[in-house]
């Protein structure tokens, strides 16, 4: 069977922990916090995992505390973008937080960064390679569901326009973050790059890619020299290895 296993699937599908781990290994990320919905109320975790149950209108406090607006708020078990919103006031968090519930118990709230958003793709079992950098550039104010199924004015960038040195260092950290959640096969490995300061911040990896001919994952490897075939025939020698 080609592609990640049982611990790296479900980890990397978790974005609470995912965060985790990346942590672990010195993935610099965008501050965050932890909650999870408990009947009427939120139990607020801290980064010791120590617990607290919270009304709505305590955690959306709890969370302006330590986080600025505007704040990302998502299903910490969750893909292409579903019950994602972005909160600029304590109202909208409010309102997004109640409605990520509904798509999972456990939710994510991320401070937003200003930039590029960019992909890597990753290939291999122990030996890691990395394929160039691509850029993300979404019709909508986020990389929403719409801006991704819908809006035909989002579009990629291959390569992405970003230094050398920095497009280098993603590619490192991709390999990193992969083997950092026990990996195989493929995975597509998405960053930001602040603007001003070219700071990389993790994002998420996505242990299963799209990966139509038009899919962000094979599109990047053939910009890196690997054809759609090649890139198939590669990811089956890996799965009988």
Do not use: H, W
């Amino acid at each position: 069977m080609s592609g990640c296993k049982v611990l790296a699937s479900s980890v990397g599908m978790d974005k609470v922990y995912t965060k985790i781990i990346f942590e672990k290994v010195g993935l610099k990320q965008a501050k965050y916090e932890y909650i999870r919905k408990y009947q009427d109320k939120y139990i607020n975790v801290d980064s010791k995992f120590n617990e607290k149950i919270m009304t709505l209108e305590e955690t959306a406090k709890n969370i302006e505390k330590n986080l600025k607006y505007p704040v990302f708020v998502k299903p910490s078990n969750s893909g292409s973008s579903v019950g994602i919103n972005k909160a600029t006031n304590i109202e909208e968090l409010k309102k997004y937080i109640e409605y990520a519930s509904k798509f999972d118990s456990k939710i994510l709230i991320e401070q937003g960064i200003v930039g590029k958003e960019v992909e890597c793709a990753v290939l291999g079992n122990e030996e890691v390679i990395a394929s160039c950098v691509g850029e993300i550039k979404a019709a909508d104010e986020f990389y929403s569901y719409d801006a991704k199924y819908k809006n035909e004015e989002s579009k990629t960038c291959i390569p992405a326009d970003i230094p050398e040195n920095v497009s280098e260092e993603i590619r490192k950290q991709a390999i990193k973050a992969f083997k950092a959640i026990d990996g195989k096969g493929l995975s597509r490995v998405d960053f930001f790059v602040e603007e001003g300061t070219n700071q990389i911040y993790i994002n998420e990896i996505n242990t299963l890619p799209g990966f139509t001919n038009i899919s962000m994952y094979p599109k990047l490897f053939e910009a890196s020299g690997i054809s759609y075939k090649e890139l198939l025939d590669k990811l089956i020698m890996l799965g009988t290895c």
